[in-house]
């Protein structure tokens, strides 16, 4: 059991960013991040168990539950039993050496729909003993599910990180309390630091503007009367909203629907970084525009494979998480990111077109304001009754098929009481009816591609993650066949 000093248990002022992801939890999507870690021999629960309690559990928020009340969301603190959030289970055993990832792969996809006791701290751990992979090596596998109301993804990673040493003969660094603390700090208030005084009036009424407008309490009549008092950064920001606000439904796939809430995982094997950067460089293109590229490839190649009518105009809409943090600020717990629409060109045959495409779309969408909007949008909705939130979540979930993101891991190898991270993937959740994710993860030299699907969309998820790999490779072959002179 651990408890706070002596001098009681806090209660903190849930933020509104954060407190509209807690409210986005339904029936067909939880707002869980969910993490697997295979270690390269097993961990004892004790272990574990230590890392968490020096390394995790220093941050208030793993130790305090939400409570609400007509003002609010609130992060209570309380005694926290570590039987409640580590749960040691085994995959069964079978005779040889195949792999039972399928096995693994069932399991995650069912915690994926279980949602955490809203009586605890919104975390779990499942350590999980006799997984062996593909190449018949045993290992252990470390499930990780968090809310997303504590932290989006890229703070998340990086505070599981720093369970992790850099050796594995010593620990190289401790989370002391006065750096959890620092991390706990509204990041949204450092991201508005810079901007002026115009531009956060303006997000103010591009963020307003959409909220009414969705709601149906008034019209862009108004709108370029109120941008003209505003200098062009702020404009700038007013009219990203109204992108928001009026951007058409992508193609209908079978990859858009009503989601049931049963959830299926896949995850592929590491592709080597060094290689997508040479290809990003043979191109011209960055790391992300043909890693994007090469899940269009994947999508067109399912549908196509299904039987679906992939015509020359098909486009299939991932919101993007953006991340706003600062580089020192990377740990700061706490949502601070933007959703921004990419339109992946699934229509083109092309990979090569497709790529260029690709990075069009992202040249376009790193010139404007979108994720600051939307950020700033989400902190408006979490003030507003949640009735008008879901509408206007449901609003993007119809404009969009998937969510798609992309983190960085750290690129050396991590030890974790004395066993080495081998692999590190997760999946980000899905709001209103969207019903597929897929995340890109970087770590130790070698990038992961994960996708979950929901059962009424898509039940063979390893179909489409073992497509990424054989669409990269069209790329590395186009690239060998270029004329170098």
Request: aromatic share 6%; net charge neutral.
């Amino acid at each position: 059991m651990l408890s706070k000093a002596q001098s009681g248990f806090s209660r903190k002022k849930m933020s509104t960013v954060d407190t509209a992801w807690l409210r986005m939890d339904s029936d067909g999507n939880l707002m869980m991040i969910v993490g697997v870690s295979m270690l390269s021999k097993a961990v004892s629960v004790e272990g574990l168990r230590h890392a968490l309690e020096a390394r995790f559990l220093v941050y208030s928020r793993f130790r305090s539950r939400v409570v609400t009340d007509l003002t609010g969301a609130w992060w209570q603190e309380q005694e926290v039993d570590l039987d409640d959030h580590v749960i040691h289970t085994a995959l069964p055993s079978h005779k040889g050496h195949a792999s039972n990832k399928p096995a693994l792969q069932l399991l995650v996809g069912q915690l994926s729909q279980q949602p955490l006791d809203p009586d605890k701290p919104l975390w779990q751990m499942h350590l999980v003993d006799n997984c062996r992979g593909e190449d018949g090596k045993l290992r252990q596998a470390l499930i990780i599910r968090i809310h997303h109301c504590i932290a989006d993804g890229v703070a998340l990673v990086g505070v599981f990180m720093s369970m992790f040493d850099k050796s594995v003969d010593e620990p190289d660094h401790v989370v002391t309390p006065r750096t959890a603390a620092a991390a706990e700090e509204n990041p949204w208030e450092q991201i508005m630091l810079p901007v002026t005084a115009a531009s956060i009036k303006a997000i103010d009424l591009s963020s307003s503007v959409f909220v009414k407008s969705m709601a149906m309490m008034t019209d862009f009549d108004k709108l370029p009367a109120q941008i003209s008092s505003l200098g062009h950064t702020a404009g700038q920001l007013a009219m990203d909203a109204v992108k928001l606000t009026t951007m058409e439904e992508d193609s209908h796939t079978r990859l858009k629907g009503k989601p049931n809430g049963k959830k299926h995982v896949a995850w592929s094997e590491p592709l080597p970084l060094a290689e997508v950067k040479a290809i990003g460089k043979a191109f011209g293109c960055s790391i992300n525009d043909v890693l994007m590229a090469s899940v269009a490839g994947a999508l067109r190649s399912y549908l196509r494979d299904k039987g679906d009518a992939v015509a020359h105009d098909c486009n299939v809409r991932v919101m993007v998480p953006v991340n706003l943090r600062k580089a020192s600020r990377q740990q700061k717990l706490g949502n601070a990111f933007g959703l921004v629409p990419l339109v992946l060109p699934v229509g083109l045959e092309d990979p090569v077109a497709r790529m260029y495409e690709v990075r069009h779309r992202m040249n376009e969408l790193k010139g404007s304001y979108t994720a600051l909007v939307a950020m700033s949008v989400l902190g408006v909705l979490g003030a507003t009754p949640k009735q008008v939130q879901t509408e206007i979540q449901n609003y993007f979930a119809r404009k969009a098929t998937a969510v798609m993101s992309n983190v960085p891991g750290p690129q050396a190898p991590l030890f974790i009481a004395g066993s080495q991270l081998d692999q590190c993937m997760f999946w980000v959740p899905q709001s209103g009816d969207i019903g597929v994710g897929v995340s890109i993860l970087s770590y130790n030299g070698g990038v992961q591609f994960g996708i979950v699907t929901d059962d009424a969309l898509v039940q063979d998820p390893d179909n489409i993650i073992n497509r990424f790999a054989p669409e990269f490779e069209k790329l590395v072959m186009m690239a060998l066949m270029g004329d170098w002179n």
